[in-house]
């Protein structure tokens, strides 16, 4: 997993959303992304080439590439973008430097923020753009799609049993995800129990002796197309952890999983999967 994913994911759950009325009647056509999940769903709802400015990391579609870049999460170009002369930025509000933000509203640009709380909230943010760029028909086609592939994900799973799981976020230091996140979403909607979900901190480090307490029989490890890949656990040292003993354990693409796009749906359906092959 590359190491952008961190404070990415981390903040995942304190993003604020801005209601309807406050975006202005004119269609904004010359947009900035601060996220590669606004980048996304832009370009799902047919807003692609209104974008002219975007992040390091924002891939995917592959039209996404030839965006110029602004900066990353570890800070803006702000001279830069303020050349690209956009009519509107879309911010992702903890995944962006406040000091950026607060700078970029002194300068007068036209801030706005992108708020997914939780995986239902990908359809409003999708009906959202579509009324911030011009777009709102296309948008409210996907987001109308995105509701009802989502509903029939939790149709099919919701009466499987359920599946103590230990989802490895990071391997050194080793990191997990409790109940509050937006990826223990996802695994619900699989039926599996995240045997972390108690923990009072949203993204805790561990040890190895607290998954060896937690008991999961089935390990989730998250793979993103990486440039220096994460340190590989050998968790065959400790076949007291029921997972380790029956060598349950399950891959699933971060890349679709850690994103707030519609991608993600096909994240969780690989996912439910894996997991029902494992159960």
Known sequence: MKKRFLPLAVMSLLLLVLPAKSFAEKPKQRIIALAPHIVEMLFDIGAGEQIVGAV??????????????????HGMQIEKLL?????????WKSGNSQSDIDKMKRLG????????????DVATELRYFGELTGNQKQAKMVALAYEKRLK????????KQLIPVFYQLWSEPMMTINGTTWINQLIEVCQGENVFKSNPTPYPKISIENVIVAQPHLMILPD????????????????????????KF??????????????????????????????
């Open 152 to 159: 029939m994900l939790r149709v099919k799973n919701k009466d």
């Open 250 to 279: 399950i891959h699933v693409d971060a890349d679709l999983l850690h994103r707030f796009s519609t991608r993600m749906l096909s994240g969780i359906e690989d996912m439910c999967e894996k997991i029902d092959q494992q159960r």
């Open 83 to 91: 050349a690209l002369n956009p009519d509107l930025v879309i911010v």
């Open 109 to 120: 640009l036209n801030v706005v923020f992108s708020n997914p709380k939780d995986i239902d």
């Open 224 to 247: 993103e197309n990486a440039d220096k890949p994460q340190p590989i656990i050998n968790w065959d040292k400790w076949p007291e952890i029921p997972a380790v003993k029956n060598n």
């Open 56 to 73: 390091a990391y924002s891939d995917y579609p592959k039209a996404a590439l030839d965006i110029p870049r602004v900066g990353s999460y």
